[in-house]
């Protein structure tokens, strides 16, 4: 009887981990850390963990083009914010882990 309950329960997980590795990952687990194609995230800022330092972040945001960069903190959810200007409009920005640059509208 303990022979017949090992051979089902190893049965059971085996067909349980095949079933697991078949489902299809969710977009938040493939996509990468940092965008190499320079496009952004359209859910951006992406709460998460951020490895950027301050300096990086700061650098990131000018080199989206924002001027006058000030107030950078990294909040709760790992995303790093700001107040700045772009195109002559000031506002809020923020930087998430994967590098996506936003101002609030």
């Not at 049965?11 to 940092?34: D, M, R």
């Not at 963990?49 to 989206?64: D, P």
């Amino acid at each position: 009887m303990k022979k017949l309950t090992f051979v089902t329960a190893a049965a059971l997980l085996s067909a349980s981990a095949a079933c697991a590795q078949s489902e299809t990952p969710k977009t938040s687990q493939t996509t990468p850390a940092v965008s190499a194609s320079g496009e952004q995230n359209p859910g951006a800022p992406v709460a998460g963990k951020n490895s950027f330092t301050e300096a990086q972040a700061k650098s990131r945001i000018e080199g989206a083009g924002y001027t006058d960069v000030s107030g950078l903190k990294l909040d709760d959810q790992g995303v790093w914010r700001a107040m700045g200007t772009k195109d002559g409009k000031a506002g809020n920005i923020s930087l998430d882990f994967q590098g996506n640059v936003t101002m609030a509208k």
